[in-house]
Structures are given as structure tokens and as C-alpha cells.
């Protein structure tokens, strides 16, 4: 086992435009080089949701599955529901009904081309669910061998915990979005006891609660929307891209692969999820695929006070 989350590949970004109904032979071999991208870096795991660009981003990752007889079976697809998109009379919903998790499972399958997916995450909490209606559709998915593992995303600890007790399978996975700009899951641990603690929303216990109990951690949006290698706006933000160049410069890497190394350095093992859909970006995250976060404590803390812009409490 490795000593770090080896990232994922987030396939949000392919399929072509939210808004288009359909896709073409345009999107398909922009899916077809990212994949294959990513599996030239060393990345063996996809991540996606059925609402992804409505549908098209499992679709067109299907369309790439039945071309390359073999590739399934090197691979672990991992996909989330129970989100709803806003349509006709509806405004948009969260749907963890068990009819509804079957019913997802059924076109995730049917888009992406294979017969079973690797690892199911509920998307999103729904104040209505019924955990005993989940259990038995994961029950039966997991009997009928449709789906082989499960997980949550953008869940706290007592939703973990509240939801495992009436499950009969596991929870492996809660994806949370965490990165050297969205710090509260990190802020909160050293903010106890003071009064800047009102200030973070990041649920406390989470972290430890899913290293307690087995849950692997992702974290999506894991390089900052770019805003650290390249797309940064304020003085802070400048500041800390100076930073992360000059560490990368200093250990002849990428800025990106500095980003998910600060983030597989936590002893949590965060297996960091790639969006981009830019093959050049991608291969600029080789490293951190690859190899152990060459990052010492000092400097992950430097990366960290300097992107907070100021010093620690």
C-alpha cells in the first residue's frame, strides 16, 4: 500500500457543453486523449456522477470503453447520484430514494457501457432520505453485482456514521472538496479555542472520523481552479503561486504536482481528483502519480501560512 492517495482522474470536464443535448465525434476524441492521458501518467481510477454535463461525460467515456476492447478491465470507474438537475417544472432536487439510486445505477451502466461500477457515491446529503431504503437498493446492487463498492461525497461525520449503522456494506469513500485554497478542513483543527473557529463551516471530526473507520478521502477540485498556477487574482493568491513555482523550480516539478503533493502530504492519505480536461495539464501531474509528496514539513507549512495569508493562530 502506498504511503499517499494516488489521484484520480475527474471526467466533469468531458462530453462538450452542459447545455448541448447531444455530443459528437469532437467531444469522443477529446474523451479519448484525455483518458488516455491520464493512463499514460500512471492514473488507473475514473470519477464521475451521472449529472455530469447531463449525462454526456459517461456517455462519451462509454463511447471510448467500446473502442478499446481490454481497457475495462484496467481500470476502477467510480460514479455518484441522487443529485437532480433543474428542468421542465423542477428547480432542481437531491434524490436519495432507493427507486432513484436503482434507476441511476441502471443509466450510469448503460452510458458508460460496462456492467458493473466499481464504486457508487451518494452525491450530495437528502434531508428526506431514508436510510433503510438505501440500504436495500445498495443491498441489491451489490447482490446483483452491479455495483462493487460504496462511498459518499460532501457528507460530515455523523451522516457517515448515522448512514452506516443501517447499511449492511461498507462505506469506503467520502469525496469532500479540499485543497491549498479551500483550507476549512484544515483551518478548523488548529482554530479550536478560538475566536476565529465561529469563522470555519467544515464540519468538525470529519477527517478524523473517516481515518478512524477505513474511509477513503478524494478531494475534488484539488488544484484550486487554477488559481495557483496561473489564474490568480488577489495578493495572497500571487503570493502563494510565487511559492509554489519557486518549490517546483526547486524540485523539478510542476506547480500542479506541488498542489496535490501539499494535499497527499497530510497523513489522511487525500487521493486528490484531477478535473482538467487539458491533456498538457494532466501530464503535469505525473509526479504526484508516481511518486511519494516530496514536500518537508516546513515547507508544507510555508505553502499552507502563505496561502492563508497570515500567520497561524
Known amino acids: 500500500m ?12 468531458l462530453g462538450g457543453e452542459w447545455a448541448a443535448e447531444k455530443y459528437g465525434a469532437r467531444e469522443v476524441a477529446q474523451a479519448e486523449a484525455a483518458i488516455e492521458t491520464a493512463l499514460d501518467v500512471g492514473i488507473t481510477e475514473f470519477d464521475h456522477a451521472d449529472i455530469y454535463r447531463g449525462g454526456k461525460s459517461e456517455a462519451v467515456f462509454g463511447e471510448v470503453l467500446a473502442g478499446a476492447p481490454g481497457l475495462r478491465e484496467q481500470i476502477r470507474i467510480q460514479t455518484k447520484c441522487g443529485i437532480r438537475l433543474p428542468g421542465g417544472l423542477s428547480k432542481g432536487l437531491y434524490d436519495l430514494r432507493g427507486q432513484h439510486i436503482v434507476q441511476s445505477v441502471e443509466g450510469s451502466l448503460e452510458r458508460l457501457r460496462t456492467n458493473v461500477i466499481d464504486t457508487l457515491l451518494l452525491h450530495r446529503p437528502d434531508p428526506l432520505a431514508d436510510p433503510d431504503d438505501i440500504s436495500e437498493a445498495f443491498t441489491s446492487l451489490h447482490k446483483q453485482g452491479l455495483v462493487r463498492a460504496f462511498g459518499v461525497s460532501n457528507m460530515d461525520a455523523p451522516q457517515i456514521a448515522y448512514l452506516q449503522s443501517c447499511l449492511d456494506v461498507p462505506l469506503v469513500v467520502n469525496q469532500l472538496e479540499m485543497s491549498l485554497f479551500r483550507r476549512d478542513w484544515i483551518e478548523l483543527g488548529v482554530l479550536v479555542n478560538t475566536a476565529d473557529a465561529t469563522q470555519i463551516g467544515f464540519p468538525h471530526g470529519t477527517i478524523e472520523y473517516c481515518r478512524m473507520h477505513d474511509v477513503r478521502l478524494q478531494a475534488w477540485a484539488s488544484l484550486a481552479q487554477g488559481r495557483y498556477s496561473g489564474r490568480q ?5 500571487i503570493a502563494t503561486a510565487e511559492l509554489v513555482r519557486t518549490l517546483a523550480h526547486t524540485k523539478h516539478t510542476t506547480p500542479e504536482t506541488i498542489l496535490l503533493w501539499w494535499l497527499q502530504r497530510h497523513p489522511a492519505r487525500i487521493a486528490p481528483v484531477i478535473g482538467t480536461a487539458q491533456p498538457d495539464r494532466i501530464r503535469a501531474c505525473r509526479d504526484a502519480v508516481v511518486s511519494e509528496p516530496q514536500l518537508t514539513h516546513e515547507e508544507w507549512y510555508d505553502l499552507w501560512i502563505t496561502a492563508r495569508g497570515a500567520p497561524l493562530p
Do not use: D, I, K, S
Request: glycine letters at 18%.
Open 2 to 13: 502506498t504511503l499517499f492517495g494516488r489521484p484520480l482522474y475527474g471526467c466533469m470536464g
Open 233 to 237: 487574482q488577489t495578493n495572497t493568491e
